[in-house]
């Protein structure tokens, strides 16, 4: 059995591909938040692993579903890693800072998707968008009106607008300078980014998978919104950095 490199109460993190330590893990994730190498660079670690999908699978019970960070290309290219996968949606990062390219025949990239998937019944997720506050028509009441004719009856309720809004697919984040400038990991992602989607699949105290950690950015997520977190990083300079990480956010000691 793995031990882990690093535990508290609530994040537990090892060292070692995610594929030979997940078969070894005692507790059952309710949920996987994970940002995979896309293959698209040089990058020694920039290696999509063969077979993580499944590997995740076999200790996700149905009722967890998994958000996955990616890049169309790689999905597309990686496709039938997801058979038995249901699509649920995606959310796409808009950045202020693109990536490449290194030459004149490729646009300058702007954005990464995640996109969410599923196994089970969707009735049984957990879903939680934590909803948005918004200026926009504050306060107005709409009034019931007749339904159309292709819409379902009592469809046209009257509702009081509260100024809360359900978030919307696309984010904008402009990456504070400590990620822009001194990034724990090349492909570190914003808490802002990963931190709605943890809470989107987690229950609250609930337990979150990352197999690919990088720095850890899930873990802190998981940490910040009430939920725990497992993480697996191959790298050993990068788990040192977690655990850095941790002891910034007054966990690890
Ligand atoms: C895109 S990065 C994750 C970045 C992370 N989301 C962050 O915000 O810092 C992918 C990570 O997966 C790790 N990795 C690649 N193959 C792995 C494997 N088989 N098992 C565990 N980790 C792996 C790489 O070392 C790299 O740190």
Known sequence: MSQPYYADDAVTLYVGDCRDILPSLTERPDSCVTDPPYGETAAEWDRWPDGWVDAVAAVLPPSASLWCFGSARMFLEHAADFTGWRFAQEALWVKRNGSGPGSRDRLVKLHEWAYHWYRGKWSD???????????????????????????????????????????????????????????????????????????????????????????????EAAVA??????????????????????AQMGLAV
């Open 125 to 219: 997720l957990h879903h939680e968008w934590e909803r948005e506050r918004t200026t926009a028509n504050r306060g107005s009441v709409r009034k019931a009106s007749r339904s159309a004719e292709h819409q379902r009856d009592g469809r046209a309720t009257t509702w009081v607008d509260d100024g809360m809004r359900q978030p919307r697919s696309v984010t904008y984040v402009v990456e504070t300078p400590s990620v822009r400038y001194r990034k724990r990991h090349q492909d570190e992602k914003p808490l802002a980014v990963v931190e709605p989607l943890v809470r989107e699949c987690t229950p609250p105290g609930g337990l979150v998978l990352d197999p690919m950690a990088g720095s850890g950015t899930t873990l």
């Open 225 to 246: 919104c009430g939920r725990r977190a497992v993480g697996i990083e191959k790298d050993e300079r990068s788990a040192e950095m977690i655990v850095m990480r941790l």
